[in-house]
């Protein structure tokens, strides 16, 4: 089997897996995950943040950093049509990003880009993780494509205890993620 169709059995059963982790453990994993990426931003000077825009379950809201971490410059991403991706500054969520062609709130293409080089720190989405850092995304391939022009970012994810898997079917070009934080079982 290819990688691309072991890719794509992999991420159907672990999506259906996480639909049906209990919402409740969820939100408490979602709370203590945004509070451990808070406590690495608070004691950081100023930087430029890559964030997301959660758009599923299984993604923590990472939105309230904006207003709880105010003294960095925050990032989003916005998928191009050509399988780029450009992150535009944001400083206020509920006016600045719209729905985008996936589905996943997007900023608006007005408003200021951040060079690849100026990133400081990323936050990547995925569906699953190893330990290892190998990542499962949605199959785009555009943080595959953007992470390695960001020479200086310090590059993390952040997951929940379902997303946590042995072992992922990885290509060449799948960037492994360093750092990623998971929320302890004994915190919940």
Request: proline share 11%; charged share 25%.
């Amino acid at each position: 089997m290819d990688i691309d169709r072991e890719k794509k059995m992999c991420r159907r059963n672990l999506l259906a897996r996480l639909q049906q982790a209990d919402p409740d453990l969820l939100a408490r994993e979602a709370d203590l995950l945004r509070e451990m990426l808070g406590d690495i931003l608070r004691p950081l000077p100023t930087m430029n943040v890559c964030l997301y825009a959660s758009h599923a379950p299984y993604e923590p809201d990472l939105l309230p950093l904006l207003t709880e971490c105010p003294r960095h410059a925050y990032y989003f991403p916005r998928c191009g049509e050509n399988r780029d991706m450009l992150f535009h500054r944001v400083t206020s969520p509920s006016c600045q990003l719209l729905p985008g062609r996936f589905g996943i709130r997007e900023p608006d293409p007005l408003l200021p880009t951040l060079s690849p080089h100026d990133a400081h720190l990323i936050v990547v989405p995925g569906i699953a993780f190893t330990p290892e850092g190998c990542r499962l995304g949605h199959g785009g391939g555009y943080y595959d494509r953007f992470l390695p022009q960001c020479d200086r970012a310090r590059i993390l994810s952040v997951a929940f205890a379902a997303q946590m898997v042995s072992d992922l079917p990885c290509g060449v070009r799948d960037v492994r993620i360093p750092q990623i934080i998971l929320v302890h079982p004994d915190a919940l």
